[in-house]
């Protein structure tokens, strides 16, 4: 199965015209400095943002074929998106973010349970705390698991350790590895710490101005 697309986006004066077909499951990191067009490409896979134009499939699964007349909305797309910023809802405790997540998954076939995830991500002590009660790091856990209960197709993580200086983010990386290795689903992840990308990734998508000017696996990369 492949993560195929061909993606063309404005966003103000910044064009976004970014192609490639990469091997899945795993995970795919989309790396490159500030301004490179990441979370644009990001946005564009997930359906959220300026609708771009060209196409994009998971295997054999349309979600935009702008000749054919395809655009399948970012709700009907099962994507979970884990944002920098966690985007937890206050207003519940830890359980009732996960359990947010779990109504989404609607009729999909469940490969994530709740109870092997609790502890897959080491959130049993803190089921019942609120979102203010929680440190970064254990809000950046507790999106993860939220994303991953509505039993996505395809994960997207922006930048998801950003916020955490790299004590924190040594703590919360084995949780990434743990899930990457556990459940096999295609992950999308960007970041701009080439670091996280060698502990991470399967395959790598440079972009620069907009455009992926390489492709291929941490190690081939890491030797032009």
Do not use: C
Not at 162 to 169: E, K, S, V
Not at 191 to 211: K, P, Q
Request: aromatic content about 6%; overall charge positive; glycine content about 10%.
């Amino acid at each position: 199965m492949t993560l195929d697309f061909d993606l063309r986006v404005a966003r103000g004066a910044f064009r976004l015209e970014a192609a490639a077909a990469v091997p899945v499951p795993g995970v795919i990191a989309l790396f490159g400095r500030s301004g490179s067009g990441k979370t644009t490409l990001a946005d564009a896979i997930a359906g959220l943002g300026p609708r771009p134009t060209g196409h994009l499939r998971l295997g054999s699964t349309a979600w935009l074929d702008t000749a054919g007349g395809v655009h399948v909305p970012a709700e009907r797309r099962r994507v979970g998106y884990v944002f920098q910023d966690a985007r937890l809802f206050p207003h519940y405790d830890v359980i009732g973010n996960l359990r947010y997540g779990a109504r989404r998954a609607r009729d999909a076939a469940t490969y994530v349970r709740e109870d092997e995830l609790v502890v897959l991500l080491g959130l049993e002590a803190l089921l019942g705390r609120r979102v203010h009660e929680l440190s970064i790091g254990e809000r950046s856990r507790v999106a993860l698991g939220r994303a991953l209960l509505a039993q996505p197709r395809l994960l997207v993580l922006d930048e998801p350790l950003a916020a955490l200086d790299d004590a924190r983010r040594e703590d919360v990386l084995p949780y990434l590895e743990r899930v990457r290795d556990r459940f096999g689903v295609p992950m999308v992840y960007v970041s701009h710490r080439y670091d996280e990308v060698l502990r991470l990734a399967t395959h790598v998508l440079l972009l620069d101005a907009g455009r992926v000017v390489a492709s291929g696996t941490p190690a081939a990369l890491g030797r032009e």
